[in-house]
């Protein structure tokens, strides 16, 4: 796909909260460091051994709950779709 100049090829944390409705704690994507509409995207989310899930999740071992890994990957989705539509504001959130 030919790259778009109006079409950012990362995205700051603030950027994201402006496509997605997600927030803390179950905000599970910090900055998006590869975009490439209709192609690709590669998220990142900085965990440490201190986050919530992690306190009754096998303990002693700090190990991602599934569910929360899945999360992240259906919100980085979200923002795949999201740069791909030709108007953001026309989305409702149910």
């Excluded at 950027?15 to 927030?23: G, Y």
Aim: aromatic share 10%.
């Amino acid at each position: 796909m030919l790259s778009n100049p109006a079409i950012p090829s990362q995205l700051s944390f603030e950027q994201i909260k402006e496509l997605i409705p997600q927030r803390f704690p179950f905000l599970m994507l910090d900055r998006v460091v590869e975009l490439e509409p209709g192609v690709r995207v590669v998220g990142l989310k900085n965990l440490t051994g201190n986050e919530w899930f992690y306190q009754g999740h096998f303990p002693k071992k700090a190990v991602t709950p599934g569910a929360m890994i899945c999360e992240a990957v259906a919100q980085t989705g979200i923002v795949f779709f999201r740069m791909i539509q030709p108007t953001h504001q026309d989305v409702t959130y149910l």
